[in-house]
């Protein structure tokens, strides 16, 4: 990708806006009103139809600022999304807080071979340097936040950064919309609270309680972010994956919040849609290293 219109054109966050129809009933009522005028040489007729015609096209001006406003506050702010869930993600794993840069944020994950990750959308003016940047920085990553992987990826490798073929979803909900799912017979949940990080554990009854599945949301303020979701192998497909983002979005809504953000794998992202959650951008992840394997998680 380069910083062409294209890529201007294709900026995270631009979701199609479809323009409202023509009044069509006006322009044929102005029509009407110039027919019946030259038929009746009547001067009312044709001032009427010029009235109707400009009525017509006021009102649809108006539908269309109406429309797009609309359009406007249905759209998420991507960035400020981003932000957010990189804000809770690295309140939820004790990170420090990460700090904003142009298009993004910055994160001290402090992991052996991702000791920093630059998280940031495909902003062409923002995305170039952070590209740069990580391409000289050791142990560094970057995820891309975008509605088009495959115009990123290209510019990725321009700059000298490999990309994984596996993207991640960020996705969101309005944590009232999300479908509660019970927790099936045969296993117990605890919920484990240390300020605004909630972790729950879901236990199976027989075999001395061992743990089945396990994950953690973290809230600030509305937010909730939910992190490191995961069902034994043993224990998948019998429903404690929704059952447990059931319980930690009942506890995490207790604690205020009203927003889930949270970025899926491959394996979680039909998990949470059937569960109600949108997604809102692909995140594309790339480091100056070889790709990772399919086995590794980078986000949860
Ligand atoms: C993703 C993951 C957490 C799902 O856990 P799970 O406990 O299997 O989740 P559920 O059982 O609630 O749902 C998984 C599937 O099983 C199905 N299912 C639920 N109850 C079922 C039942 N009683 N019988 C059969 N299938 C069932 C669900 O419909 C769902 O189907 P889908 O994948 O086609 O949407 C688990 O696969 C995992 O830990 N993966 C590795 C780590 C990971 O990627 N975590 C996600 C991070 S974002």
């Known amino acids: 990708m380069s910083a062409s219109s294209e890529a201007e054109e294709r900026r995270v966050g631009s979701a199609d806006v479809e323009a409202p129809g023509r009044i069509w009933f006006g322009y044929i009522a102005a029509v009407g009103l110039v027919v019946i005028g030259a038929i009746t040489t009547d001067l009312l007729a044709f001032g009427l139809a010029g009235v109707m015609l400009v009525a017509t096209v006021l009102g649809e001006r108006y539908r269309a600022r109406v429309a797009a406003r609309l359009a406007a506050d249905r759209r998420p702010d991507l960035a400020d999304l981003v932000t957010r869930w990189a804000r809770g993600w690295a309140f939820a ?90 927790l099936p017979d045969g296993y117990a949940a605890e919920i484990e609270r240390d300020g605004g990080r909630i972790t729950a554990t879901v236990r199976s009854a027989g075999k001395a309680g061992e743990v089945a599945a396990s994950g953690r949301i973290a809230v600030i303020g509305a937010d909730a972010v939910v992190d490191r979701i995961h069902t034994e192998p043993d224990h998948r497909h019998r429903g404690l994956g929704g059952a447990m983002m059931t319980v930690l979005v009942a506890a995490a809504r207790e604690a205020g919040a009203t927003r889930g953000i949270l970025v899926a794998t491959e394996m979680g992202e039909p998990l949470y849609a059937g569960l109600g959650w949108q997604e809102q951008a692909r995140l594309v992840i790339a480091r100056p290293a070889t790709p990772r394997t399919p086995a590794e998680s980078h986000h949860q």
Request: charged residues 30%; hydrophobic residues 40%.
């Open 93 to 182: 794993r004790y990170f420090p807080r990460p700090e904003r840069v142009a298009g993004g944020v910055r994160i001290e994950v402090g992991e052996p071979g991702r000791r920093v990750e630059w998280v940031a959308i495909d902003e062409p003016e923002t995305l170039s340097g952070l590209v740069d940047t990580v391409a000289a920085t050791p142990e560094a990553w970057l995820s891309v936040a975008t509605a088009d992987p495959a115009g990123v990826r290209p510019w990725l490798l321009e700059g000298g950064l490999g990309s994984d073929s596996q993207e991640e979803a960020l996705m969101s909900i309005d944590l009232v919309d999300q479908v509660s799912r019970d």
